[in-house]
């Protein structure tokens, strides 16, 4: 029989356009999250290029890191197979998806950065809209959890904000032409939705979509975010700072140019969950 999220999948896009963001529960189960709850662990030993401490140094961290899913096999499976491509797939209405990013965020026990309010649609000079699949891999600390502004995905788009107090995750000083500033932001976050997502589930965050999380954390908070793309999209460049790492990329600085290529590569949406 279907699990519940499955079931779902058929009104995910009426969803995700009324409110710009969905709570599914019970998407990887135990294995799964034992599996990346490890794989961060052994990322953070060896970390790569995308590696940020977005905490101060000398108080417990908050780290997180990009572009681990190459070779990392847990993170690998997941953005490539079974629940994770089938959702986002059914959330555009197609049969194929592209993995942008997976990035993975730790906060210590006794950690206090937050990730800050923000959209992630202006982090990424891309077009149409992308799908951000956060998923808790530990029970989350009170007040910890993902917080959202459901609705925000029809309103303007933000300035990005620096996430990292140590070294930068936003390209170069070059404004905000034509944002709302951060101010603008704060006011909105007034009627805000705080899911009570645990440990196997997912939430769906449209990149428009105003959210925030962490903060104080009393026990080992770790969490993934797996972000995919419609297959049509392409390059548009800003006017205002990206993420860091589109500079690697040189198509990046082509518009138009189709973002699917061996670093953001396709994937088919699998009937039957290839992650065990
Ligand atoms: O879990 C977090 O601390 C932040 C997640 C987030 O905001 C994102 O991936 O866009």
Same mark, same amino acid.
């Given at each position: 029989?279907?699990?519940?999220?499955?079931?779902?999948?058929?009104?995910?896009?009426?969803?995700?356009?009324?409110?710009?963001?969905?709570?599914?529960?019970?998407?990887?189960?135990?294995?799964?999250?034992?599996?990346?709850?490890?794989?961060? *662990?052994?990322? &953070?030993? !060896?970390?790569?290029?995308?590696? %940020?401490? $977005?905490?101060?140094? @000398?108080?417990? /961290?908050?780290?997180? *890191?990009?572009? &681990?899913? !190459?070779?990392?096999?847990?993170? %690998?499976? $997941?953005?490539?197979? @079974?629940?994770? /491509?089938?959702?986002?797939?059914?959330?555009?209405? !197609?049969?194929?998806?592209?993995?942008?990013?997976?990035?993975?965020?730790?906060?210590?026990?006794?950690?206090?950065?937050e990730?800050p309010w923000h959209q992630?649609?202006?982090?990424?000079?891309?077009?149409?809209?992308?799908?951000?699949?956060?998923?808790?891999?530990?029970?989350?600390?009170?007040?910890?959890?993902?917080k959202?502004v459901?609705?925000s995905?029809?309103?303007p788009?933000f300035a990005?904000v620096?996430?990292?107090?140590?070294?930068?995750?936003?390209?170069?000083?070059?404004?905000?032409?034509?944002?709302a500033p951060a101010e603008a932001m704060a006011a909105a976050v007034r009627d805000r939705?705080?899911?009570?997502?645990?440990?196997?589930?997912?939430?769906?965050?449209?990149?428009?979509?105003l959210h925030a999380?962490?903060?104080?954390?009393?026990?080992?908070?770790?969490?993934?975010?797996?972000?995919?793309?419609?297959?049509?999209?392409?390059?548009?460049?800003?006017?205002?700072?990206?993420?860091?790492?589109?500079?690697?990329?040189?198509?990046?600085?082509?518009?138009?140019?189709?973002?699917?290529?061996?670093?953001?590569?396709?994937?088919?949406?699998?009937?039957?969950?290839?992650?065990?």
């Amino acid at each position: 029989m279907a699990a519940h999220w499955e079931r779902r999948l058929p009104t995910l896009p009426a969803e995700m356009a009324e409110h710009g963001a969905v709570w599914l529960q019970g998407v990887l189960d135990p294995p799964m999250i034992a599996a990346l709850a490890e794989a961060v *662990e052994r990322c &953070r030993t !060896a970390p790569g290029r995308h590696y %940020r401490r $977005l905490s101060p140094e @000398g108080v417990p /961290p908050l780290e997180s *890191e990009l572009f &681990r899913w !190459a070779d990392t096999p847990a993170s %690998r499976a $997941l953005g490539t197979g @079974g629940p994770l /491509p089938a959702i986002a797939a059914s959330v555009f209405g !197609a049969d194929t998806v592209i993995l942008m990013e997976d990035q993975w965020f730790r906060s210590a026990a006794g950690a206090e950065q937050e990730s800050p309010w923000h959209q992630d649609h202006p982090y990424h000079p891309l077009e149409p809209v992308f799908l951000t699949v956060w998923l808790p891999l530990d029970p989350v600390p009170a007040g910890a959890g993902l917080k959202l502004v459901r609705g925000s995905h029809r309103g303007p788009i933000f300035a990005p904000v620096e996430f990292s107090t140590t070294a930068a995750t936003l390209g170069d000083d070059s404004g905000t032409a034509g944002l709302a500033p951060a101010e603008a932001m704060a006011a909105a976050v007034r009627d805000r939705w705080a899911p009570p997502a645990r440990p196997g589930d997912a939430v769906l965050i449209d990149s428009r979509t105003l959210h925030a999380a962490g903060g104080a954390c009393d026990t080992l908070f770790r969490r993934l975010s797996f972000r995919f793309a419609p297959i049509e999209t392409r390059i548009t460049p800003r006017a205002w700072p990206v993420a860091t790492f589109w500079s690697d990329h040189a198509h990046s600085a082509v518009p138009g140019a189709a973002l699917e290529s061996p670093a953001f590569p396709a994937v088919a949406a699998l009937d039957q969950p290839a992650f065990r």
